[in-house]
């Protein structure tokens, strides 16, 4: 398994932008496909968004489409979630996973978490 640990979560006003970081590390970072979740309290943890092993392919929740973009950079061992026009129900723990298949694949797929960084965003 790789080792994932997030960074850049805060609290921004509604319409706001953040920049998460999801760095890893022990394994060959570009061998995972890597996505983002979250989870809101009292509610379960819903897809965010997916990064191929070379960051050729994407995929986004409905949710989010047109407003975050996932991005990554082996040579830094680094996936990014850039997220714009933020809105309160955004707010949530993040987490970054990775997932040794080579496609896209439900939840059970990643076998890999970080503990999470928290968004806040306030109306």
């Known amino acids: 398994q790789v080792q994932l640990v997030e960074s850049g979560g805060g609290l921004v006003q509604a319409g706001g932008f953040l920049r998460l970081s999801c760095v890893g590390s022990?394994?060959?970072?570009?061998?995972?496909?890597v996505a983002w979740f979250r989870q809101a309290p009292g509610k379960e943890r819903e897809f965010v968004a997916a990064?191929?092993?070379?960051?050729?392919?994407?995929r986004y929740a409905d949710s989010v489409e047109g407003r975050f973009t996932i991005s990554r950079d082996n040579a830094k061992n680094t996936v990014y979630l850039q997220m714009s026009s933020l809105k309160p129900e955004d707010t949530a723990v993040y987490y970054c996973?990775?997932?040794?298949?080579?496609?896209?694949?439900?939840?059970?797929?990643?076998?890999?978490w970080g503990q999470g960084t928290q968004v806040t965003v306030s109306s």
């Open positions: 996973a990775a997932s040794s298949s080579p496609r896209f694949g439900p939840r059970e797929s990643y076998d890999s």
């Open positions: 022990g394994r060959t970072f570009s061998n995972y496909v």
């Open positions: 990064i191929g092993r070379l960051g050729l392919y994407t």
